[in-house]
């Protein structure tokens, strides 16, 4: 599915926009402080109903605005309308229908997004790593969602009890059961999922980069020779003195190391955007493959880091995905050689929070 028509309304410094985005690469370009990035927090918005950097999700709308508001028209008709205001509430319509669930959103427009703070998915917390973990996963079952939720509720519930200073067995027994039951579920399906996506990863990989040391290590988040309830039982001691679960899938990792060292440790900086462009590529070679959906990229400031030959390896890895890519650049004569077919990419120049088509690729300054 691809957007046909955005209109935004109070995103950052966009009082109101709109442009037909064409179905592959879209590149928007313009001065520093343009409102490029705004474009990418739009479609954000649009498929997720949040701001992509949290410590933006205050300064989203627009000054002076109440809420920020994207509307898009799909190519399959569809028209899904998101609106956010400054309480934090939002408002979702697909066919002028009212959805609570923000992971219906999120189902309809697999988004992938890749800049600045993408480094974190090597160098951040294990919570980033199971986020993206979690993404293909979510998108390949429907099943993931429920025990996720229900993972979620029985270990708040358990820490609740943990903390509670008197435990009460038989409740503790109820959501240590229900806990249990999700926390296998969920190591099945996540399993399941990197017995695909691991392949992929590397074939991908191998076409941008030669690493051939790196791999991928899968931790569930507990022991892998023993059972979730032989674990909790031996850590009882410590988790009521800690207050909270230390171990099961809220504790999962994708540990990505080059021999025995994490990645961020040992490889350079552009190395390290290339493999999270080949995480992220992966992952959506992998969600067209197995259910044929496209997914659609948010890549903010790509050339940054990157030296010409890996930009064109990148370039034309973009260009064969099949859902549509958003791209923003201050100066698009690095992009100029970028592409294997110039005619199917559309260009955009920003310029003080407006989008304007550009007809033509741009040379670059002689
Ligand atoms: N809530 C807001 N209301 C109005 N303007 C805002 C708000 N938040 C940010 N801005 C301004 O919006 C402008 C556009 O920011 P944006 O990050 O989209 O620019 P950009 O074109 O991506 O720039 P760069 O190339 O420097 O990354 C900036 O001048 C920023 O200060």
Known sequence: MSIVRLSIQG???IANTQFHPGPGVNVLHGDNGAGKSSVLEAI????????FKVSRTRTLIRDGDD???????????TRIGVQRSRNGQHGI??????????????????????HSDSFLLLEGSPGHRRQFLDWGVFH???????????????????NSLLRS????????????????LAAEHIDALRKHYLEGFVPLFHQVLDQLIELPDLRIHYYRGWDKSRTLA???????????????TQSGPQ????????????????????????????????????????????????????????????????????EGLTGQVFMTSVDPAPLHDFWQSPDRIRMFHVEQGQVFPADDLEQPDE
């Open 44 to 51: 954000h918005l649009l498929a997720l109903a949040r701001s």
């Open 165 to 180: 200073g008197r435990i009460d067995r038989s409740q503790l027994a109820v959501w240590q059961r229900e806990f249990l």
């Open 251 to 318: 504790r999962a990792d994708m540990r990505i190391k080059v021999r025995s060292q994490a990645a961020s440790d040992v490889l350079s900086r552009g190395q390290q955007k290339l493999v999270v462009c080949a995480l992220k590529v992966a992952q959506s070679l992998h969600l067209q493959a197995e259910h044929n959906r496209p997914t659609t990229f948010l890549v903010d400031d790509l050339p940054a880091e990157l030296d010409r030959h890996h930009i064109r390896k990148l370039g034309s890895l973009m």
């Open 140 to 158: 390949q079952d429907t099943a993931f969602h429920a025990a996720w939720q229900n993972a979620q509720k029985s270990l708040k519930n358990r």
């Open 11 to 13: 995103v950052r410094n």
């Open 93 to 114: 319509r697909v066919n002028g229908e009212p959805v609570a669930a923000v992971s219906e959103l999120a189902h309809r427009l697999p988004l992938q997004l890749i």
């Open 67 to 77: 809420q920020a508001v994207v509307f898009a028209e799909l190519d399959s008709g």
């Open 230 to 244: 032989d674990v909790l039982d031996n850590q009882w001691d410590r988790d009521i003195k800690l207050g909270y």
